[in-house]
């Protein structure tokens, strides 16, 4: 009776498998078929830069973060800035269309976005930065200053920064000898010493007062088109 028993579980585990393998190869499909066919391809010197464009307003450069390509960065802008900017979408390195040049540095990644920017004739954009776009968007504020309007880092980590560190350096930028802020919204350092150079000017919005992480805003020449809660 046992031994039918686990025969039978095997037999309905098996078939539970198979199922769920065909529905993955289907929204997969699907998928691919979605994005394929929307985007727009340029060479730069790191290899393939894919990228869509869209809208009608200031230029937005919106970085996506890990999962998605593109239609990630897509999604955010929607979400973010709906319809009354030019969002630029490009694929980070390594995403959808765009190439993986070996040994490729947070700092090749600015270059191929400053590339982008080139050959769409853009000067100077807005610049969002979401989760693990976060580090690439700030290495191309850091080095295209004059290129950016707005650097926003939206749940954007970063390593090799102690806490202390980041409350000082918080701190002596806005102004406050302390303030509650969670420590997780402070961690968009890569490299302090570098981070130092931008004039730098931090937002925190929250109006219904709710414990969550906050919306960052940097605004590198203090202009910036939006403020948002972050939910995370």
Not at 92 to 104: D, H, I, K, N, V
Not at 140 to 150: E, H, K, M, N, Q
Not at 160 to 174: D, H, I, Q, T
Not at 194 to 218: D, G
Request: charged residues 15%; proline residues 5%.
């Amino acid at each position: 009776m046992i031994k039918k028993t686990v025969v039978l579980l095997i037999g309905i585990l098996i078939i539970l498998t198979a199922l769920i393998w065909v529905k993955y190869k289907r929204d997969m499909r699907v998928s691919y078929e979605r994005v394929q066919g929307k985007s727009s391809i340029i060479s730069t010197p790191y290899g393939n830069l894919e990228y869509t464009e869209g809208g009608v307003g200031p230029n937005v450069l919106v970085i996506h973060g890990g999962g998605g390509g593109y239609d990630q960065g897509e999604l955010l802008a929607r979400i973010v800035l709906g319809e009354k900017f030019r969002c630029i979408t490009p694929s980070r390195f390594g995403y959808l269309g765009s190439s993986l040049p070996e040994g490729a540095t947070y700092d090749d990644q600015a270059h191929a976005y400053a590339k982008l920017l080139d050959h769409l004739k853009v000067e100077k954009a807005a610049v969002i930065g979401f989760s693990a776009g976060g580090p690439s968007a700030l290495l191309f504020a850091l080095l295209y200053p004059d290129r950016v309007s707005s650097l926003t880092l939206i749940s954007a980590g970063a390593t090799n920064v102690s806490e202390a560190l980041k409350y000082s350096f918080m701190a002596e930028r806005v102004g406050f000898s302390a303030h509650p802020w969670p420590p997780r919204s402070l961690a968009i350092l890569s490299n302090a010493n570098r981070t130092c150079a931008l004039p730098l000017k931090i937002i925190f919005y929250n109006p219904l007062n709710l414990s969550f992480e906050y919306f960052i805003l940097i605004s590198v020449d203090k202009r910036a088109y939006y403020f948002v809660l972050l939910l995370y």
